[in-house]
């Protein structure tokens, strides 16, 4: 089913609205072009955000990230404790939930074709669940230790085949009319290989867009910052209508083509054809965009040459939006980050803020944000955790001291724990062999493999209490 026009137009605005301001946050992030034709502004953005950025010093996120883009082998994983949780629909679980945590731990060396999960289930410190998943080449095994004696695999490069069998789910498959292509492990592998293509031009777009930005110093009597602002020199930056617009097109062509290849490896209506109408998606952003005309960002130096301030104002018939950013650190202005965005929208007000404040003497970091539409509260979410064990641009722990999450008043999470990435290490041992492929069990083999996690669930009075409280839809009998 295709989307109307008035849901396309409400879709196509708010993803206006919210490229907008990402693109204004991005210049205030990431800093000015070198092709930028002030180099003093360019100096500043290099001093505010490259230099003297006291996370990317301690941490090397940078360097980190572009060993994960290059798929450089690693290892990361999460854990979380729920401490409280409360909501609707919650009254009955809400006592045995808290104290029940989740812990995920991956290892990944794609230029191999080798990965490995592993996710716990834990209570009270305690793990009582534990659903692995690896895959060697082009085979899949998956475990529940606590469940299966061994594993079970599926093979990609024979899934065609496997379902073609007189398995069960080959039986279901040939019911339903269901089909996959001759080798799913290597349309996929085709898949992957073209979306390289996509990304360079799509980054192709972003730098035309980076290279058509104007950058123009004011004179300070031009422009009225707030009172708490105070700035040596102030320029505008000034992204033509023309260049966003056409970055937003090569966006929606490169989502058009990911939407593509997706359904045409695994539509299942046999029609193959996408749920948006990106044509349309392109038409109702241009009409957005010649309502909008140039977007314009303020950018305040201190004498120091430190960015300190940036604001921008959008306006799309009735509609408006505007964003700040402040940074305000004590030692170095990216300590402290303030940014915050009020729009009004349909006729309704929306507001949101985040504070981000880093203490370098310690690795800490507290991040708050809340989100208001017509002043009442859509969510709220604080965090303070530290970083260690970390070597620049290869490792970090960040511990989670505590994390809290509000969804209006009808659900509210507060958690604990721990999430980290390892580029220095990555262990994936050989599975040992299993001969029980899933997609070639018969009714029998299933029996049977029913029949074991129910043996092994009776011996775990907890694991079994735990599934006798929940729903799950399936019963073991």
């Not at 102030?234 to 970055?247: E, L, M, S």
Request: glycine fraction near 6%; aromatic fraction near 10%.
């Amino acid at each position: 089913m295709k989307t109307t026009n008035k849901h396309m137009r409400t879709c196509i605005l708010r993803t206006f609205i919210t490229v907008s301001a990402l693109l204004t946050m991005l210049f205030c992030l990431v800093g000015c072009s070198k092709k930028a034709p002030r180099e003093a502004l360019e100096e500043a953005y290099q001093k505010t955000f490259v230099d003297d950025n006291p996370m990317e010093s301690a941490l090397g996120f940078t360097e980190l990230t572009t060993k994960l883009n290059e798929s450089k082998a690693h290892s990361a994983g999460y854990s979380f404790t729920i401490q409280e949780i409360s909501g609707k629909n919650l009254d009955r679980y809400a006592g045995f939930l808290s104290g029940l945590g989740l812990s995920v731990d991956c290892a990944s060396d794609l230029l191999n074709r080798k990965s490995v999960a592993t996710m716990d289930i834990t209570y009270g410190g305690s793990t009582y669940l534990t659903l692995g998943g690896q895959i060697q080449g082009s085979e899949l095994f998956l475990t529940v230790p606590q469940l299966l004696d061994s594993s079970v695999t599926i093979d990609f490069s024979t899934m065609r085949e496997d379902l073609n069998s007189d398995s069960m789910i080959g039986q279901l498959f040939k019911a339903y009319n269901l089909s996959l292509p001759d080798n799913l492990f290597e349309e996929l592998s085709g898949e992957l290989a073209a979306t390289p293509k996509n990304s360079a031009d799509l980054l192709a777009a972003w730098e035309a867009l980076d290279a058509a930005i104007l950058v123009k110093k004011l004179d300070k009597k031009e422009i009225s910052l707030p009172e708490n602002v105070t700035a040596k020199h102030v320029y505008n930056v000034t992204i033509p209508k023309q260049a966003y617009v056409d970055f937003m097109n090569a966006y929606l062509d490169y989502s058009e083509q990911s939407s593509a290849a997706f359904t045409n490896a695994f539509g299942a209506d046999g029609t193959n054809e996408p749920s948006v109408d990106f044509a349309e998606g392109k038409e109702e952003f241009r009409k957005l965009a010649d309502s909008v005309g140039d977007i314009v960002v303020t950018v305040a130096v201190t004498k120091s040459g430190y960015i300190n301030y940036t604001e921008s104002t959008i306006t799309a018939g009735e509609d408006t939006a505007t964003f700040t950013a402040s940074f305000t650190g004590a030692n170095s202005p990216l300590e402290v980050i303030t940014l915050v965005s009020d729009a009004t929208i349909n006729g309704k007000a929306y507001h949101f803020d985040l504070v981000q404040e880093f203490n370098p003497a310690v690795n800490e970091i507290d991040i708050t944000a809340k989100a208001s539409e017509d002043n009442t509260s859509l969510f709220f979410f604080d965090c303070v955790g530290t970083f260690n064990d970390f070597c620049k641009g290869e490792k970090f722990t960040l511990d989670l001291d505590y994390l809290e999450l509000e969804y209006g008043t009808d659900f509210s999470l507060s958690l604990a724990g721990e999430y980290y990435v390892d580029t220095t290490v990555c262990n994936i041992t050989v599975p040992a062999t299993s001969e029980r492929n899933l997609l070639r069990m018969s009714s029998e083999d299933f029996a049977a493999l029913l029949q074991e996690a129910e043996t092994n669930l009776e011996k775990n009075p907890l694991l079994s209490t735990i599934f006798g409280m929940f729903d799950f839809g399936v019963s073991f009998k």
